[in-house]
């Protein structure tokens, strides 16, 4: 630790959020050359380069984006400590951290989160990215709880806990009047078909319909991304197979058109937490109104 001077890294912070030593300088009200001295003495003692210097341009080198990262975080803590030792108001009690699954709707996490937004005394912060980081940032304490469509089971090393919201009607959409009954039968063959690739549960689905009905599907696209799917569903000219709610504004403005709804098959969200000694005051209350929520649409 003697290695870090937190007066240098906090002129470091500075100047990598206003990429300027000049400007930098004008607004701590120090020389210019003092500021790069500071930068330098602390790339030595780091035994790093933290930039890339080009003539009069400072550009972060990868250690620098690391860097700037761990920056923020230490005074930002820095700034809700002042906060609190000011006022005696925790910050960290009217901030909620939610992580999303990436490959989530959008429509469908807006939908679920925009009771929250009315809460006064909350801030939300929210993070996407895949399952496994959602599960690694849950069990670190770096989120209150997580939005995702995969189910998780707990171990004896870790105890998720999994809280279904709500669901979501998955349906096959495709281009406007096409002569489609709404029954899967064979003219549904003959067709192009942009499909959630095979990991998903939603392919499990549609995969077991066609075995019933003995449908053989042009596949020319999948993606894992919700938001690929609705624009492939878009501009494919292709059937797609996805929630109802990723193309509703497709669905209404007849750029797309509804064809079947796949009996049994949803789109399933849940909310999963960890138990953890000391939880956010606000958590109990926050899903209690989720799944109040979930409780009346399922």
Known sequence: MNRLNYHHLYYFWQVAK???????AEQLHVSQSALSAQIKQLEQNLGISLF????????LTESGHHTLRYAEDIFSKGAELEQLLASGIDPEHATIRIGTLATMSRNFIEA???????????????KSMDQAKLLNALADHQLDFALTNIAVLGSNKQLWQSQLLAHQPVVIVGPPNLALSGDLNAQYQRQNWVLPTVESPLRTSFDALCAHYQLKTNVVAEADDMAMLRLLARDSGALAVLPKIVVEDELKSGVLQQYLELANSYEN??????????????????????????????
């Open 18 to 24: 206003i990429g300027n030593l000049t400007k930098t």
């Open 52 to 59: 890339n210097r080009t003539g009069r341009q400072l550009t």
């Open 112 to 126: 679920l989160i925009a009771p929250l937004l009315s809460q006064g005394d909350c801030r939300f912060i929210f």
């Open 269 to 298: 969200c849940y909310a999963l937490t960890v138990p953890r000694q000391r939880t956010h005051p606000k958590l109990a209350s926050l899903l209690a109104m989720l799944g109040a929520q979930a409780t009346a649409t399922l």
